[in-house]
């Protein structure tokens, strides 16, 4: 067993005309014409700038999407009114968990449809969890809430400094779904709720 990890290297000669590049494709952009490229523990990267293929290269893990399935980091995280939610007190429930913030258009655009399927599989032991990662926390939520024309049903928590880390969250908008402590589904990007609200009535059913 290698107790090394393999080192990233940079990709030369000729490269094809469009890729999906990594940081792009994880937020639902398609094909581009690709900057550079870089191999990671046998597998090719493309990039669509110069930039991300450097950093890339400092750090590849900080870019490779988390493997699935996966143990859900537990957190104990404040709604804007005060109360304290921990992924334990969720237990025995379907949970999705909704990485957003109010900077993000995709995310917040996403939020009703988010409401909808807390309103029609709640009776299932199911819920939604909105976690902000707005770094002023409430500073930004509270009025983000207030304003909005959605009335939230599900508990919206409070940035928590390391969590996004932990879940293996790259970029927002991120859905994941957990269940008995595992993380087994994650979408990220540009979110299809049409997608996701089949993988939960699957999961419901089995």
């Not at 990594?22 to 090719?44: H, N």
């Not at 990039?47 to 537990?74: G, M, Q, V």
């Not at 939610?85 to 957003?100: A, P």
């Not at 009535?201 to 089995?206: H, M």
């Amino acid at each position: 067993m290698r107790w090394f990890q393999e080192k990233a290297q940079r990709v030369t000669g000729k490269l094809p005309a469009k890729a999906l590049c990594l940081v792009c494709s994880q937020s639902g952009e398609g094909e581009e014409k690709p900057a550079g490229a870089a191999s990671y523990k046998g597998k090719t990267y493309y990039f669509c700038n110069t930039s991300e293929i450097e950093r890339f290269l400092k750090d590849p893990e900080a870019y490779i999407p988390a493997p699935i399935p996966r143990p859900a980091p537990p957190f104990a995280l404040k709604t804007p009114s005060g109360e304290t939610v921990t992924l334990d007190s969720l237990k025995g429930k379907l949970v999705l968990v909704d990485f957003w913030a109010t900077w993000c258009d995709p995310c917040v655009k996403a939020m009703p449809d988010m409401q909808k399927l807390q309103l029609k599989y709640a009776a299932k032991n199911f819920t939604v969890v909105g976690i902000s990662l707005d770094e002023e926390g409430a500073k930004k939520v509270v009025p983000f809430l207030a304003k909005s024309k959605v009335k939230f049903t599900y508990p919206i928590l409070l940035h928590g400094e390391t969590i996004w880390q932990a879940w293996g969250v790259k970029s927002v908008p991120s859905v994941l779904l957990v269940k008995d402590g595992q993380i087994f589904q994650h979408w990220s990007g540009k979110i299809n709720i049409k997608e996701i609200e089949t993988k939960l009535r699957e999961t419901l059913a089995s």
